[in-house]
């Protein structure tokens, strides 16, 4: 089945030591999306790429970064995590962000999240 | 920007009830999304649903888009229901904006 693959599902870092979280797809999607998610709340934009277009929130902190080396891989690099970093991470793919004919949409897809603890 | 609302914030109901999960958006929008997040916290595609209804199961759906709201509905609950249901529209950014969710148990 296609789909999207987040790995590691739980992740505990140190706080300060770098931390890199991955997604795959299987979907040939454009467009990956990673998103951070707090308890109790929605879930936030971080960034996303089309194909290799990389797109920052305004307000997604430096420490954040994302590499995207091939249409099916995304990277989330955490470099130096602190206490407040700690929360679920989910990426997400969708065809294409623009409107859709054909009976293609731009569904978004979301994999199964990483729960990143920050000791 | 655009606005989410949804309501309830939770909800309580018994095994077999049926409820009704309300999305308002403040404007017009170019997809409407209802998700489910099971206590693994793994998000599950309910519907896309810009406009009209769709049946799935148990679920449905309706979006009425001239008047910015959609209604989730869940037939004959099971607690396997339970979770966080969110709504999300997309803006003109091809952004999704997500309302606050609504908190569901279903008590055996």
């Known amino acids: 089945d296609a789909m999207v693959i987040q790995n590691p599902r739980y992740q505990v870092t140190q706080f300060g030591k770098p931390v890199t979280l991955s997604c795959s797809q299987t979907?040939?999607?454009?467009?990956m999306y990673w998103y951070q998610q707090k308890s109790s709340q929605a879930p936030k934009l971080l960034f996303h790429?089309?194909?290799?277009?990389?797109?920052n929130e305004a307000d997604t902190p430096d420490n954040f970064q994302s590499r995207r080396p091939n249409t099916s891989f995304c990277f989330l690099d955490i470099r130096s995590p602190g206490l407040g970093d700690a929360a679920m991470y989910l990426c997400?793919?969708?065809?294409?962000?623009?409107?859709?004919?054909?009976?293609?949409?731009?569904?978004?897809?979301f994999g199964p999240g990483t729960r990143l603890t920050v000791l | 920007g655009i606005q989410v609302e949804q309501s309830p914030p939770d909800l309580i109901l018994q095994e077999g009830a049926n409820s009704t999960l309300r999305c308002n958006f403040s404007?017009?929008?170019?997809?409407l999304q209802w998700f489910h997040q099971n206590p693994w916290g793994q998000l599950i595609n309910l519907f896309y649903?810009?406009?009209?209804?769709k049946q799935n199961g148990r679920l449905s759906a309706t979006t009425v888009a001239t008047e910015r709201y959609s209604l989730l509905y869940i037939s004959s609950s099971q607690t396997t229901d339970s979770g966080v249901y969110f709504c999300?529209?997309?803006?003109?950014?091809?952004?999704?904006?997500w309302g606050a969710g609504t908190k569901l148990i279903i008590k055996p």
């Open positions: 997400a793919t969708s065809r294409d962000p623009f409107p859709q004919t054909g009976g293609m949409t731009n569904e978004q897809f």
């Open positions: 979907l040939n999607h454009n467009v």
């Open positions: 790429y089309y194909d290799k277009d990389f797109n």
């Open positions: 404007d017009s929008v170019n997809n």
């Open positions: 649903i810009p406009s009209g209804t």
């Open positions: 999300a529209v997309m803006d003109s950014n091809y952004q999704l904006i």
